[in-house]
């Protein structure tokens, strides 16, 4: 009787790139990065005795990374082989020239790249006594490619089976639905027409992949980017002679990001305020950590239930060694200026860090998104400077066009104290995950305006005590 064949695929890993906003505290960025993730990766293919690993691309960060990249990817390919796992991979932008390279440089079949040279290449995969596969690939041969590589998609391969039998599974790096992007553009029209699934690399949020045919993107393998937030790691992927039949994602991401939104106005009759919001943000972290914590248990009991090896394999492997939170504070309390200035003041908030199941959790970054109590909208009626700068609250917060033309008026000038000064301190983004300037902006202006608002109503009051 055939038995199903079991693929890991796995989408963006840039070995070579450290996670960011990473706590002076926080365990070894080794720890935490791609390399961990490789390791974890390579450890659960093992122990699921799966027949091939499928890499969607970006495997390597950048060409200089690729002898950073090389010992990692050896040992990798070596432990695989020692179980008869095949390793194969598309070369995404990141790595159009580095991954040609450091495959070469293993030698031999240790990692094949499908459609090396930009082409379309089918690989055919036969473990014995298993349904046969047939993987479906091309690969970027430079960083920048403006074609549809769909236009050039052969006839002969498309088709769920090949004229032998073998199901297919394409795997491409690609920006979907994305015509004037630099990054082998193509529509998912295009691909389900070719009726096979289809496993994608570059955008690092990962597709809801369900149904016998997904068409969507695996996600980054860990935690690279400050808001790559929620569960990170390959798709366990098992094929019987039908087609796919189940797919499930194993969250090994060693680094995880989430966030975390807490109202402050369950302080309004706090006595001591800051100390209740720090108890207020532990008892958030808990709960963020109990949830991640479940998750990995219902993970394991569906893996049980397509894969009976999983037993074998360690609890602590599908969960995170660290988890960054990104803490938004809303809502109104008569606290409001108290606790900016506390957060201002002590930076153990913005530090803070907390264990629980061995999982290390600290907070990446602090939004303050409070105010006063009082009534934004009541206060916008005027027409002195605080109605002024309530109605500008408003915009910001509905992120209507009055509040674009704010955020775009402050990056067009650059002029102001604040917009230098903001704009010099934003951390950088890396490649092309820049930081998202505008939502950072955004954020800021928020968080200054509501802080002056609070500032000018105190004064209003003074005046007229």
Not at 314 to 336: K, S
Not at 365 to 380: G, I, M, P, Q
Not at 420 to 428: E, G
Request: hydrophobic residues 45%; glycine residues 10%; proline residues 6%.
């Amino acid at each position: 009787m055939t038995r199903p064949t079991r693929v890991l695929l796995v989408g963006d890993l840039h070995l070579g790139l450290r996670p960011r906003r990473l706590p002076e505290r926080a365990a070894d960025a080794d720890r935490l990065g791609p390399r961990e993730a490789l390791e974890r990766i390579v450890t659960t293919a093992r122990a699921l005795d799966v027949d091939a690993v499928a890499f969607a691309g970006d495997l390597i960060h950048h060409l200089e990374d690729r002898f950073e990249a090389l010992g990692p990817l050896k040992g990798a390919c070596q432990r695989l082989a020692e179980r008869g796992v095949v390793a194969l991979a598309v070369a995404g932008n990141h790595d159009a020239v580095a991954l040609n390279r450091v495959a070469g440089l293993l030698g031999g079949e240790a990692l094949h790249v499908l459609g090396a040279d930009g082409g379309w290449e089918a690989r055919s995969l036969e473990p014995e006594g298993a349904t046969a596969l047939e993987f479906v690939g091309r690969s970027f041969v430079r960083e920048h490619e403006t074609a549809d590589p769909m236009a050039a998609f052969p006839e002969a391969l498309r088709g769920p089976t090949s004229p032998e039998g073998r199901v297919r599974i394409g795997l491409l790096h690609t920006q979907l639905d994305a015509a004037d992007a630099p990054y082998a553009p193509t529509t998912r029209a295009a691909l389900e027409a070719t009726g096979m699934p289809w496993f994608l690399g570059h955008v690092h949020d990962p597709s809801p992949l369900s149904g016998s045919r997904p068409v969507g993107y695996l996600g980054s393998a860990t935690a690279l980017a400050a808001d790559e937030c929620g569960a990170r790691g390959p798709w366990l992927a098992t094929v019987g002679p039908e087609g796919l039949r189940d797919l499930v994602q194993l969250p090994l991401a060693p680094l995880r990001r989430e966030r975390l939104e807490l109202d402050v106005g369950v302080l309004e009759e706090a006595a001591d305020p800051v100390a209740e919001l720090e108890a207020l943000v532990e008892e958030g972290a808990t709960r963020i950590l109990e949830a991640i914590g479940a998750e990995g248990r219902a993970t394991m009991q569906r893996l049980l239930d397509v894969a009976p090896e999983a037993g074998s394999l360690e609890e602590a492997t599908l969960g995170p060694r660290a988890v960054g939170l990104r803490l938004r504070l809303v809502g109104r309390t008569r606290h409001a200026v108290r606790l900016r200035d506390a957060l201002e003041a002590q930076g153990s908030l913005r530090e803070y860090a907390t264990h629980g199941g061995g999982i290390q959790a600290w907070i990446q970054k602090v939004e303050v998104a409070f105010a006063r109590s009082h009534d934004l909208e009541e206060l916008a009626r005027g027409n002195d400077p605080i109605a002024l700068l309530a109605r500008k609250l408003l915009a910001i917060e509905s992120g209507d066009a009055e509040a674009g033309e704010l955020v775009a008026g402050v990056l067009a000038t650059r002029r102001g104290g604040f917009a230098r000064a903001w704009l010099d301190a934003l951390p950088r983004g890396e490649g092309d995950e820049p930081v998202d300037v505008e939502e950072e902006l955004r954020s800021a202006l928020l968080e200054a305006g509501q802080e002056a608002l609070d500032a000018l109503l105190a004064q209003r009051e003074e005046a007229a005590a």
